[in-house]
């Protein structure tokens, strides 16, 4: 966004911050009579000011979790919380709170000024105050100029900005996004994601975002909550939920990664792990919590692809290049250790050496950066 547009008069702050206490959801399933457990007794705290993001496959719950919280759908247990109110049990209208859509839910037959004032004329302001609010956050939109078209007439990215026009404007206390980038193209997607988040930060709402796009939720969030089959895996910063997964689940789900087996030898008193990799000890600095490892059990090696160097020379184990992928700003390749596949990328290829298929190499573990799992 400009700065002209980052410097416009501030939107009024009711940001409140949202609280789950045990907060369940059962389906009884239509063809079996079966209760199905969408969300299963999860516990989140959102803060005021923040934005989370939900991460996580099909079915795991985190579409029904922000359905809870707008109120489309009431829980089967527990309390929603939006600033000190429970209200699980109240009504989407009553709840201070916006939702963008992923299909944007625009009115086809209303103008962009009509669509963006809608929810100013439902809680019936006077004539100059929705003019006024509405023409502002058209000029905080870029979308000055536009009032008189249609949504039809509107690219996919200019439709996307009404829809969070129409959000913002009431001035909720909470903002969700149910997936609201996925309809753009990848270069749009990437922009759109930048300008949403700055305006974000810029307004200080409370914020809750749905994707199953990872490079989406890393690049947006103050948090990122991992869910599967209804429970929440793992939730922290980016930075921590990429660099220290607490599972093989969350490690895989999040970026790409290698797992390699192997058997826990101890821990010293540095916190540093001694793990048997085939048939050779090596130690890694930063294993991570190691829950339920039993000393002399197996475990398991994360090791993202870019925290591998490769050698003609010299390294700790041997293996065989059975493909090199090029993109320009990497090179990916599959390294065949043993019987399994391992994928190493290594960045900026025209400062380092590249090697073929069927070539010999050395892989180095960058020991710091790789974690040890059950």
């Given at each position: 966004m400009s700065q002209d547009t980052m410097n416009s008069k501030h939107l009024g702050k009711k940001s409140s911050g949202v609280v789950l206490k045990n907060v369940t959801k059962v389906f009884q399933?239509?063809?079996?009579?079966?209760?199905?457990?969408a969300v299963n007794h999860i516990?989140?705290?959102?803060?005021?000011?923040?934005?989370?993001?939900?991460?996580g496959p099909s079915g795991c719950g985190k579409t029904t979790t922000l359905r809870m919280i707008s109120?489309?759908?009431?829980?089967?247990?527990?309390?929603?919380l939006i600033g000190e109110r429970d209200v699980a049990k109240i009504p989407p209208n009553k709840r201070g709170i916006s939702m963008v859509f992923q299909s944007y839910a625009l009115f086809p037959h209303m103008n962009i000024f009509e669509n963006i004032a809608y929810g100013l004329?439902?809680?019936?302001?006077?004539?100059?105050?929705?003019?006024?609010?509405?023409?502002?956050?058209?000029?905080?939109?870029?979308l000055k100029g536009m009032e008189g078209r249609f949504p039809n007439q509107l690219s996919g990215g200019q439709q996307q900005r009404v829809a969070l026009a129409r959000a913002v404007v009431i001035e909720p206390s909470v903002l969700l996004f149910d997936e609201p980038l996925s309809n753009l193209d990848a270069k749009l997607r990437e922009s759109m994601r930048d300008e949403l988040r700055a305006l974000q930060k810029r307004l200080g709402i409370t914020s809750l975002y749905v994707t199953h796009d990872q490079s989406e939720a890393m690049a947006i969030s103050d948090r990122v909550v991992i869910m599967k089959d209804g429970n929440i895996m793992q939730h922290g910063s980016p930075v921590e939920i990429y660099e220290h997964p607490a599972s093989r689940f969350v490690a895989n789900f999040i970026g790409k990664a290698n797992f390699?087996?192997?058997?826990?030898?101890?821990?010293?008193?540095?916190?540093?792990?001694?793990?048997?990799?085939?048939?050779?000890?090596?130690?890694?600095?930063?294993?991570?919590?190691?829950?339920?490892?039993?000393?002399?059990?197996?475990?398991?090696?994360?090791?993202?692809?870019?925290?591998?160097?490769l050698s003609r020379d010299s390294g700790d184990f041997p293996g065989r290049v059975t493909r090199a992928t090029y993109y320009g700003a990497k090179i990916e390749y599959e390294i065949m250790l043993q019987e399994q596949p391992v994928i190493v990328e290594i960045y900026n290829?025209?400062?380092t050496e590249r090697f073929t298929e069927g070539e010999e190499v050395y892989?180095?573990?960058i020991d710091k950066c790789v974690r040890v799992l059950r």
């Open positions: 399933q239509p063809e079996t009579g079966k209760d199905f457990v516990n989140l705290e959102i803060r005021d000011g923040e934005m989370v993001t939900l991460l109120g489309f759908e009431y829980p089967s247990e527990g309390n929603v004329r439902v809680e019936k302001l006077s004539r100059s105050e929705i003019i006024e609010r509405t023409a502002h956050v058209i000029d905080m939109m870029q390699v087996g192997g058997v826990f030898r101890g821990k010293k008193q540095d916190g540093s792990a001694v793990v048997e990799v085939l048939g050779k000890e090596l130690l890694f600095p930063s294993p991570g919590e190691m829950q339920e490892i039993e000393m002399n059990g197996p475990c398991c090696l994360s090791v993202r692809p870019e925290s591998i160097s290829p025209q400062l892989m180095t573990f």
